[in-house]
């Protein structure tokens, strides 16, 4: 059975603190990973895709590890805006079928 | 920017009706899920498809099924709804296997 765990959290931080959580998958064949974010009672949005070692876009980053299979996400300079439930998925490893999404993290960003 | 839209952002309907949840997805993607969402389950996948009047089952599709006539629509339906089925339906449509999904709104729907 495919797998992807997180911690539900939740993550209480102060804002412009540096934040980072992990999510962990069990099907090895996996190839393309995906940090979605989504807020309360919306639908998820894309934050992020990661297909090889990690991906940037500005105060994000991803990172992927094969061998230990796990993608974690880091946020620096956390502002308020940031609070809402991220998402990690991963493939099935080139099917066609859908991604498995982890149950996601709650972040609170702390004024 | 790729647009999936919903039909229904809320629904309320009575057990034993049969339900028509629409998708709509004007970026000719070729694959279209739907799942549902539940506190404390996570997202979980119904049925989804790849092609036009291809379905696939995904992980919980008893007491579902799909239709997919076009490219751009993907309907789910509810063939007789319960109370079980009261929850957050999102559809989804990708490009290809490897490119990440984008979802629609969301309907919230409710078995009474």
């Known amino acids: 059975r495919k797998e992807v765990e997180q911690d539900p959290g939740p993550f209480n931080v102060p804002e412009g603190a540096t934040v980072a959580f992990n999510c962990t998958y069990s099907n090895s064949a996996s190839q393309s990973f995906f940090w979605y974010r989504q807020d309360c009672r919306k639908e998820p949005k894309l934050l992020m895709s990661?297909?090889?070692s990690g991906n940037e876009d500005g105060r994000f980053t991803a990172q992927l590890n094969r061998a230990s299979q796990y993608i974690s996400l880091l946020i620096r300079d956390s502002k308020l805006s940031d609070s809402a439930t991220y998402l990690c998925a991963g493939d099935s490893g080139g099917g066609a079928d859908g991604l498995t999404f982890g149950k996601g993290t709650h972040l609170i960003i702390q004024p | 920017d790729v647009k999936v839209t919903q039909s229904s952002r809320y629904l309320v309907k009575r057990t034993g009706e049969k339900v028509f949840l629409e998708c709509v997805q004007d970026?000719?993607?070729?694959?279209m899920f739907w799942y549902r969402q539940d506190p404390g389950l996570g997202l979980r996948l119904i049925y989804f498809?790849?092609?036009?009047?291809?379905?696939e089952k995904g992980d919980i599709p008893e007491g579902y099924s799909v239709s997919r006539e076009k490219k751009e629509r993907f309907s789910l339906i509810l063939e007789s709804a319960s109370t079980n089925q009261t929850s957050m339906y999102l559809c989804?449509?990708?490009?290809?296997?490897?490119?990440?999904?984008?979802f629609g709104d969301g309907t919230r729907l409710s078995i009474l």
């Open positions: 990661v297909y090889s």
């Open positions: 970026m000719d993607h070729e694959n």
């Open positions: 989804a449509s990708r490009w290809i296997s490897n490119q990440p999904q984008h």
């Open positions: 498809s790849y092609d036009v009047k291809m379905k």
